[in-house]
């Protein structure tokens, strides 16, 4: 499904501010996969993320999707592939706009532009049902600014939004860490039955190493731009926080106790 292959990226290169992110990193993403990603700050995790997803283009290497070579495609032409929700509720909608108007834009993503009603009376059912499983009440507030939302409705929409046209490939990052408690939970438990019912694949940058043990079928823990674990299966199943928190203890520097506090 995803295939990464000797990726590499430098910011400011050739500057004093030069800055290597990625470094020379191999990966293969099987068709439904639900890999969880950890590493501290800095680690690589969100430029990883927009390399597939076209916000950046790498120094060297080569991005395939679905056996598809996209290095080079320019974001707007990768959107047809891609679902992605970002970890600031208010990326992934647009403020001014109502629901039913943001939900009929996810709809039309990666298609071509044209002529037509933004909402039809089909799609503004259509757009009731899917968000009715969100069980929050928003089915009939379709004509609402999704400016006057809370974070984690906003959050949940988006979700949805996401997957509306059932990506390739879904991007996740770090989608509930701004969230509260309580909705970060809910968000977390609409992310699993979305993924599990539509057979998604998946990648999802996570902080908290609870969350990235129990969810999904695979790990993969950066550091310092490169992977420096990735674990499936059985091997998963059977790892703890300490068994990770042990993996960055075997590195060198002083990054190693700011992680046991970040990775939580």
Known sequence: MLQITNLRKVFNEGSINEMVAIRSINCLVEKGDFITVIGSNG?????????????????????????????????????????RVFQNPLSGTCATMTIEENFALAGNRGKKPG??????????????????????GLEYRLKDRVGLLSGGQRQSLTLLMATLQRPRILLLDEHTAALDPPT?????????????????????????????????NRLVM?????????VAGEEKRRLTVQDLLNEFAKLKGDAVADDKMLLI
Do not use: C
Request: aromatic share 6%; hydrophobic share 40%; net charge positive.
């Open 115 to 136: 002529l037509r009603w933004g909402v039809t009376r089909r799609d503004h059912k259509a757009f009731q049902e899917k968000i009715r499983l969100l069980g929050l």
């Open 222 to 230: 950066m550091h310092g731009g490169k992977i420096i674990l990735d």
């Open 43 to 83: 680690a690589g995790k969100s430029t990883l993320l927009n390399l597939v997803a076209g916000t950046f283009t790498p120094n060297e290497g080569d991005i395939f999707i679905s056996g598809e070579r996209v290095t080079h495609w320019p974001e707007h032409r990768r959107a047809a592939y891609i679902g």
């Open 184 to 216: 970060a939970a809910q968000v977390l438990k609409l992310t699993q039955e979305l993924i599990q019912e539509m057979g998604l694949t998946s990648i999802m940058v996570t902080h908290n190493m609870r969350h990235a043990l129990e969810l999904g």
